[in-house]
């Protein structure tokens, strides 16, 4: 049975290394824009273009012209392009609101002849040709990286360069591939696997199956105030005005990036000491119109908090998985029961009009998330103790606090 495994790794990149890779993921977001643009049609569903083939002979040409970037690199940001086109068209079938899909996020995706490896090396196609950047090695062990991309039993398949604007720095996400089986053909990486499930939430950010809650009070509570401020200055309507707005928005924009680091550093460390290997959130697609009051900086904490995780989480051997999201809330999480009606729900309570099992709602839907993969694969999924008629939160994390109770005891961030 073929075993994939993700690892993420540092590079140590020199300063005219760095240029080039910059250079390179413009170039890159540059194609893969284009293809959108080519792609969409704001006016009919059928006039938008999803076949790979057609859309790759028809801009391939002169992207490589107008970019000099290497031939992989140009279909691959074609590909890109189209997949993103393609998911935005199902979800308009269904009737939801759609717009075209842009890339700001500088990442390039490499496969195996635009990006070749050495155990502890990377050789990357850029604009500048190719260039061989080291591994940042690890300092503890033993680590994933060791596990995966220091082992001769998996060999290296496709990766993504990420650029990190907080930490300034490259990561390689790589996959890697082997084949495993014991005498059953169960593959022994997966077998007896344990699952997180997650959900995401306006008045909790996010609520793991485990009874641990990420309140969102905080994080609402101070985009409110750098909006206040923005309003205050922006009335003033002077340049020395307009120039602290710009200065408050690249504060707001690193307190927001920082923020969703320590949550998801603190969903990875969850799933780490329960024993979870995998951690499983509920697809984002069509959020939207699920969470019809969730404001935009919800929206955008809810797609950084998934991106964070899916990087952190393979650097301490968890994997990342997404699961359809439609009737996790109004299911009973209850092993036994599994009853399902929009009635169950109420609010921020959730309480089974079939069994009875009372718990919140968030609790009950991060089970649901989880049993979802976990069931399919025959996993086990990580639950809170059990008390009295139910499961019960037993951990609730407030601004990086823990709420037990009526305290609330800080948390240093990381």
């Known amino acids: ?17 760095r240029d080039a890779l910059h250079r390179t993921a413009e170039y890159y977001l540059y194609c893969a824009n284009r293809t959108s643009e080519f792609c969409w049609s704001k006016s009919s569903i059928d006039d938008c273009k999803t076949n790979k083939r057609t859309v790759r002979d028809a801009l ?38 759609v717009s075209r899909p842009t890339f700001t996020a500088e990442t390039i995706d490499y496969d195996t002849r635009s990006a070749t490896f050495s155990r502890t090396t990377a050789s990357l196609a850029t604009v500048d040709g190719r ?88 994080y609402d509570h101070w985009c409110r105030e750098f909006e206040k401020q923005r309003g205050k200055m922006q009335q003033r309507g002077t340049q020395a005005a307009h120039n602290a707005v710009l200065r408050l928005g690249k504060r707001e924009d690193a307190w927001r990036k920082q923020y969703i680091h320590t949550v998801a550093n603190e969903i990875v460390s969850e799933a780490v000491e329960n024993g979870c ?32 995780v899916e990087y952190k989480a393979p650097e301490r051997g968890v994997s990342i998985e997404q699961v359809a999201p439609n009737h996790t809330s109004q299911r009973c999480s209850r092993m036994d029961c599994g009853f399902t009606h929009e009635s169950n729900r109420d609010g921020e309570h959730f309480h089974c009009q079939k069994c009875g099992y009372e718990v919140n709602a968030d609790y009950n839907a991060a089970k649901n998330i989880g049993l979802r993969y976990a069931r399919k ?21 407030v601004n990086g606090g823990t709420l037990n109770g009526e305290s609330h005891r800080p948390i240093v961030g990381d």
Request: aromatic fraction near 10%.
């Open 277 to 308: 290997d995998v951690i499983v959130f509920e697809k984002l697609d069509g959020i939207r119109e699920r969470l019809p009051f969730a404001e935009w900086h919800h929206i955008w904490a809810f797609r950084r908090l998934v991106e964070y």
């Open 377 to 397: 694969r025959h996993h086990r999924l990580r639950s809170s103790p059990t008390s009295g008629g139910g499961d019960a939160p037993v951990d609730v994390r």
């Open 1 to 17: 049975m073929e075993v994939r495994r993700t690892a993420v790794v540092k590079l140590a990149v020199s300063d005219k290394h």
């Open 60 to 97: 391939y040409t002169d992207l490589r012209e107008e970019t000099e970037l290497h031939a992989q690199l140009v279909q691959a940001a074609i590909r890109r392009g189209v997949e993103a086109v393609k998911g935005v068209v199902e979800r308009w079938k269904k009737g939801q609101r």
């Open 131 to 218: 260039v061989e950047l080291p591994f940042v090695l690890p300092s503890s062990s033993p680590t994933p990286y060791e596990q995966y991309v220091l082992s001769e039993d998996y060999e290296f398949r496709e990766s993504t360069l990420r650029y990190d604007p907080v930490t300034d720095e490259f990561y390689l996400n790589i996959s890697m591939r082997r084949y495993d089986s014991d005498q059953s053909g169960v593959s022994t990486d997966t077998e007896h696997q344990s699952v997180l499930g997650i959900d995401l939430g306006v008045n909790s950010l996010a609520v793991a199956s485990t009874g641990t809650f990420w309140q969102g009070d905080d």
